[in-house]
């Protein structure tokens, strides 16, 4: 099963609103990543998050991480159209089996209205 | 610096043959991970390469290899393709300098490889 689990699946918003993504995860993590993709494309990273850290900041993102409920959430402040895209929260987790390895969620599908 | 490159963008083979995807990682970049993406098991880890070792596998068959090269050009190989091979195959490059799992992956366009 999926390392992390977002909700929710879709996302429907209008330009200037704020998007709320959450993203679950099961077991110890080293870090968080989220990522976008634009229809079925190459992936574009947005932030790292590493498990001593609780909020970061880049641009109109802000990233939350709460490892005792092992979740964290991505905000995108004053949305545009071009925000449009799947984001995927991945995990690398802690121990030795971990080399190279992100365990991705299913993705949110974001889509803001002009 | 330049980014992930993967090569070819697109794909098509017939069921039983057997291709070979590449990817060039981002200069000084040492680790080099593949995933397989599908709308029915999302994104998937296949495996991952640092200095020319194979450090970690996911859960494929062993139809599914690859390799890396000295300067961290990495490949991977499918043989005896079968349809539900088609997918958007990603590589993604880290610097892997310290612990690993601490870096972040950069990936490439993906190569999108249709099975007939």
């Known amino acids: 099963s999926q390392q992390g689990e977002e909700d929710p699946q879709a996302l429907s918003i209008q330009e200037g609103e704020n998007a709320t993504m959450n993203c679950s995860y099961k077991t110890s993590i080293n870090n968080l990543q989220w990522y976008r993709q634009n229809s079925g494309r190459g992936l574009v990273h947005l932030i790292l998050?590493?498990?001593?850290?609780r909020e970061k900041h880049s641009g109109r993102l802000r990233v939350t991480l709460d490892t005792s409920k092992k979740s964290s959430s991505l905000l995108i402040t004053a949305s545009r159209a071009a925000d449009t895209a799947s984001y995927f929260c991945a995990t690398a987790l802690r121990g030795g089996t971990s080399y190279g390895k992100l365990t991705f969620g299913q993705g949110t599908i974001l889509t803001v209205h002009p | 610096k330049a980014g992930v490159t993967q090569t070819p963008r697109y794909l098509i083979k017939t069921r039983g043959q057997q291709v070979t995807l590449s990817c060039s990682p981002i200069?000084?970049?040492?680790?080099v991970s593949w995933y397989q993406q599908t709308p029915g098991q999302g994104l998937q880890f296949l495996f991952e390469y640092f200095s020319e070792t194979q450090r970690n596998k996911g859960n494929f068959p062993g139809r599914f290899s690859g390799r890396q090269f000295s300067n961290s050009r990495s490949e991977m190989n499918v043989s005896t393709l079968e349809l539900g091979d088609s997918a958007l195959y990603l590589c993604?490059?880290?610097?892997?300098?310290?612990?690993?799992?601490?870096?972040?992956?950069?990936f490439g366009p993906g190569t999108r490889l249709t099975v007939l």
């Open positions: 200069s000084g970049h040492r680790s």
């Open positions: 998050i590493r498990s001593n850290e």
């Open positions: 993604a490059s880290s610097l892997e300098l310290a612990l690993p799992g601490t870096d972040t992956q950069y």
